[in-house]
């Protein structure tokens, strides 16, 4: 796969960057004003939004487990799930408007820029990525089904459910689309000016990512193999948007990977505690789940890209 993101041209998406000004302590100004929303939209309008919404929305799990894992929950556990989630979330749409208003007030370019060159969205290659790794997860999903059927659980509550699915389809890309403008938007581009070799971007935009995800509960089934995983799925979305020269692919996937474990297949040690419909009590070996996503981002790179699957 050849990666192309130092062109001469402006019109790549790295080099987009040199539209704005771009010294380095206006990335240092950027990143504090990012922050500085992030928190300020988590304390002050993502706590009191979730504390008057997450008594509505239960997401107690343990009515429907079987009973060799039924686990009792207890209200307030459930509404912390609820609250944790809205409270979350909603402090990425913050994270979003800083990076924009960055780009913007800050660096003096269009902020689309951090989407593509020519500052435009093509929706189509979002919902291409949106829609071929959600066909992936659910392969990838139904391989593990096939190898432990015990491990699944059907977790639907229809109310429940449909009370959390517009919340779902609204917060979830927010939060998705908050960590691709920071990571593969506003610090590829503006380390790409510095950095011209790409192998060495590439890690150095994806060990950030990983790290900040070391925290998930999930790390507790095998934090080398998951660690691993994370850094993999870094390294993947940073590498489809070099290739592609856009960032919509990677907004499409992360969305697509997010809303497929929030909506549908969602695990008891996941950090998104959801009403899923599905819910895999047993977590799948880490080492399969790396292999798995391994295979997944290879598939995903040869349908798009082999053999410049663009040209006739």
Not at 53 to 59: D, E, G, N, R, W
Not at 178 to 195: A, D, S
Request: hydrophobic residues 55%; glycine residues 6%; aromatic residues 12%.
């Amino acid at each position: 796969m050849r990666i192309h993101p130092f062109a001469t041209t402006s019109r790549t998406f790295l080099n987009a960057a040199l539209q704005g000004r771009n010294a380095g302590w206006r990335y240092l100004l950027g990143i504090g004003l990012a922050i500085l929303l992030w928190l300020g939209g988590y304390f002050y309008v993502g706590i009191p939004i979730a504390q008057a919404i997450a008594p509505y929305l239960s997401f107690d799990r343990g009515v429907v487990y079987s009973d060799e894992i039924k686990v009792e929950t207890e209200s307030v556990a459930v509404n912390s799930s609820a609250f944790s989630y809205i409270s979350s979330h909603i402090a990425f749409a913050f994270l979003c408007i800083g990076i924009l208003s960055a780009v913007k007030l800050i660096h003096h370019r269009k902020m689309l820029t951090l989407i593509s060159p020519d500052a435009s969205f093509q929706a189509k290659r979002f919902w291409l990525g949106f829609g071929l790794w959600l066909a992936l997860a659910s392969l990838q999903t139904l391989i593990e089904f096939l190898l432990q059927p015990r491990a699944f659980v059907w977790n639907f509550q229809p109310l429940v459910w449909l009370k959390f699915l517009p919340l779902a389809l609204l917060l979830t890309p927010i939060q998705t689309s908050g960590e691709e403008l920071l990571f593969r938007g506003y610090l590829l581009q503006g380390l790409g000016l510095i950095v011209r070799q790409p192998i060495g971007l590439i890690m150095l935009i994806s060990l950030p990512f990983a790290i900040v995800h070391f925290g998930n509960p999930e790390m507790e089934r095998g934090a080398a193999w998951i660690a691993l995983t994370y850094l993999v799925l870094a390294i993947f979305l940073t590498t489809i948007t070099l290739q592609d020269n856009r960032l919509e692919l990677a907004l499409g996937v992360h969305a697509a990977n997010n809303l497929f474990i929030v909506l549908l297949v969602n695990t008891r040690d996941s950090v998104l505690q959801t009403p899923a419909m599905i819910l895999q009590s047993i977590p799948t070996d880490p080492k399969l789940t790396f292999v798995e996503l391994l295979v997944s981002s290879v598939i995903f790179c040869i349908l798009l890209f082999g053999k410049r699957a663009h040209q006739p």
